[in-house]
């Protein structure tokens, strides 16, 4: 079992940046691969970021590669997802994912656990 919690959401402006955490309880958290989810309003679920056990792959939705890294500290338990040059159509709840097994995963239904979910607001 592993439960998440997400930080880091908040407001920014066009072209800022925020730098979102996902910390995972559990001994286990090396074992698993880590995704990036969000949800704007009145929009269905939609892959973001994935990244591997090991950190050494990873995988972005088109609308934010380029602008956006996700990385992982096993050490800590945590994943990150820094998001630069956001823009208005990034406004959405972010949620971190946990799937069983090692290799990571752009479908949400192959993910296992998921946290609440942070809010990200882009202004214009």
């Known amino acids: 079992q592993v439960q998440l919690v997400e930080s880091g959401g908040g407001l920014v402006q066009t072209g800022g940046s925020l730098r979102l955490s996902c910390a995972a309880s559990?001994?286990?958290?090396?074992?698993?691969?880590m995704g990036w989810f969000r949800q704007a309003p009145g929009k269905e679920r939609e892959f973001v970021a994935a990244?591997?056990?090991?950190?050494?792959?990873?995988y972005y939705a088109d609308s934010v590669k380029g602008r956006c890294t996700i990385s992982r500290d096993n050490a800590k338990n945590t994943v990150y997802l820094q998001m630069n040059s956001l823009k208005p159509e990034d406004t959405a709840i972010y949620y971190c994912?946990?799937?069983?097994?090692?290799?990571?995963?752009?479908?949400?239904?192959?993910?296992?656990?998921w946290g609440q979910g942070t809010q990200v607001t882009v202004s214009s």
């Open positions: 994912a946990a799937r069983n097994g090692r290799i990571s995963a752009i479908r949400d239904y192959e993910y296992d656990y």
């Open positions: 990244i591997s056990w090991s950190g050494i792959t990873t």
């Open positions: 559990g001994r286990t958290f090396s074992t698993y691969a």
